[in-house]
């Protein structure tokens, strides 16, 4: 049938909408947004100005859900590759019924090798488009508390000393700073730091610590220096000194690089304190919810972080933030044109749109 004839069938336009059968045609918009940084970004793994993020728009019923991921060069995804594998279940996907979105995630798994961003995007925006159908916000979908939200960091990257005090100064209202170490100048950027605030600190080295012998003693120093725990000291394959390490430090060490999937939180249980989980990394938020609550069955703590992206996916993550220890959702606080906005902090605080779905509206300033 042309697609104009199919259309204007009698039939169509006649057919009710069924509650668990949805029924008029669906559209699935897969597309790229380029989103400029604040400030260049440096972390010991690379530095740029902007980043390219993947974006999906599905809408059926009248309802568009937004979802996003940002896609990691590691692991070989990139916004283009993304938008290739989503475009390659395009026409199957969009016969499928969006309301039973559990079985439908799981059936993505099995038709998309990798390009976990392009599912986190295609997870977030199912969840949008149902939680929007049913009028509630997402937490509430979810079943949580959104007054549990906690606070969260904000990052400051690695920069000249000037430039590090006037990014700290910028960041007054936030209670917890995230500093990046792992580089030579460590003492010279927290000292730039402790200049101008007494705040807590959370440090990520990013895999940076050489030895296990530079990780004890960097992370000894560091807690002298008020910081509360530290991510990823040593490369994510490298296990086997982490036991060492932990006998010899007293701040808990979480894991972000060697945790990306569920099977890597039972894996990784006796070498750390604590996850690290990311909606990009994972494929989505069914996907990070269930590696919360292994986390969990496991006694680890939890920290729910973020790549640099819009107030799509930082939103999304922020819905499932009532869940964990830890939030270091500010991906969207560090780009210059967010098309959206959604999760509001203040003072540090995550709080949640009381909006249906994510609750995402576009940015008109
Ligand atoms: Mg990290």
Known sequence: MRRRTFLSAPVLAAAPLAPTRPSSRPELAARIRRLHLRHTWTTVMSSSEYRDTFFVEYSRDGITGTGEGAPIIRYKESAETNRRAVESIRPWLLEQNPEAFVPLMHQVFGRIEGQFAAKAALDIALLDWNAQKLGVPLWRLFGLDPAAAPLTTFSIGIDR?????????????????????????????????????????????????????????????????????????????????????RKRVHIPVIADEACLHPPDVPRLAPYFDGVNVKVDKCGGLLEAKRMIEIARSLGLKVMLGCMVSSSVAITAAAHLSPLVDYADLDGHLLIANDPYEGVRVEKGKLILPDRPGLGLRPRTA
Do not use: C, H, Y
């Open 161 to 245: 000393a000037e430039v590090i005090r006037q990014k700290v100064r910028e960041a007054e209202e936030f209670p917890v700073l995230k500093i990046k170490v792992g580089l030579d100048n460590d003492e010279e950027v927290i000292a730039a730091v402790r200049s101008v605030t007494k705040k807590p600190l959370r440090v990520d080295a990013n895999e940076g610590f050489k030895s296990k012998e530079e990780a004890v003693e960097k992370i000894n120093w560091l807690e002298k220096q008020g910081v509360e725990f530290i991510e990823q000291p040593l490369p994510a394959a490298n296990l086997e000194d982490m036991n060492w390490i």
